[in-house]
């Protein structure tokens, strides 16, 4: 087997949005420079994404230089959205998590909404080193995230996939496969691990930042559905059932915390540093 090492970096600049595979990315406390620091509210100002609006699969939503966004979705013009000016927050609710964020300009929501053909309004997170703390459960006093699910990165690995596909092509829906990573949606994907040994990481190192593996990702409708057209199917879920469960959990992927920060960068070196206790 090859030395481990980075397969793949991803940035998803608006929550469940598509975004973009760059070859290097900075690390900051609550996730890579530029990852989900944008999400879409509905008009109680709640958190909108691909579980209920299969659609945003098919948008883009790449990073221009100081932060702004080109947005771009079938049938629709793209748009440029500045960062907004520092000023009055609203609240928004993310899985629960009440943060103060700064709406975006009109044009943004008015984009949105005709593509989605509900109404919607698009926010930004300006302070992510003291907006939303990250679940006390698992993190460390000061520790924070972005308008991630839970935490600032989640890993996969390519080993695993491989597993899944597998397990998926001996299945009833075998037709759906194989799936693709993108179905994941993850930040950073790491070749040359035997298949589910994540499950016994604890602490890891990828280029010259350490981690800290939190938490298994339990995952939902959204790694149904299909990344350039936003149909769904049954797979990978159905397979993840019979194989991956635990609880009521259905298991793919890792959740990360840095202990630092740095520059990943493609083809950078992993090396487990510590495994959870056996039993």
């Given at each position: ?164 596909n597998s397990l998926v092509a001996r299945g009833d829906h075998a037709g759906e ?81 840095p202990e630092g920060t740095g520059t990943l960068r493609v083809g950078d070196p992993f090396e487990v540093l ?6």
């Open positions: 087997m090859l030395n481990p090492f980075l397969q793949a970096i991803h940035r998803y600049p608006v929550k469940s949005v598509a975004g973009s595979g760059p070859g290097e990315a900075v690390v900051e406390p609550w996730g890579l420079a530029g990852d989900r620091r944008w999400m879409l509210v509905d008009g109680e100002r709640r958190f909108v994404t691909q579980r209920a609006r299969p659609r945003l699969a098919a948008a883009g939503a790449a990073e221009l230089p100081g932060g702004a966004l080109r947005l771009t979705a079938p049938d629709m013009p793209p748009l440029t959205v500045g960062v907004p000016e520092p000023g009055a927050t609203v609240t928004v609710e993310v899985w629960g998590d009440k943060v103060e964020a700064v709406p975006a300009s009109g044009a943004a929501a008015e984009w949105f909404g005709a593509y989605l053909g509900v109404p919607v309004q698009l926010v930004h997170l300006d302070e992510p080193a003291r907006r939303r703390p990250t679940d006390p459960a698992y993190a460390r006093p000061g520790e924070t995230v972005s308008f991630a699910d839970g935490f600032p990165l989640l890993l996969t690995t390519t080993s695993s996939l491989d597993a899944l496969g194989p799936l693709p990573m993108d179905r994941f949606r993850p930040n950073v994907v790491v070749d040359g691990t035997a298949p589910w040994d994540e499950d016994a990481w604890q602490r890891i190192r990828i280029g010259e930042v350490a981690f800290r593996v939190v938490k298994p990702c339990g995952r939902c409708v959204m790694t149904t559905t299909d990344q350039r057209t936003g149909r769904r199917g049954k797979e990978p879920l159905r397979t993840l059932a019979r194989h991956r469960r635990i609880g009521d959990q259905l298991l793919f992927g890792q959740n990360l915390i510590a495994r959870r206790p056996r039993g």
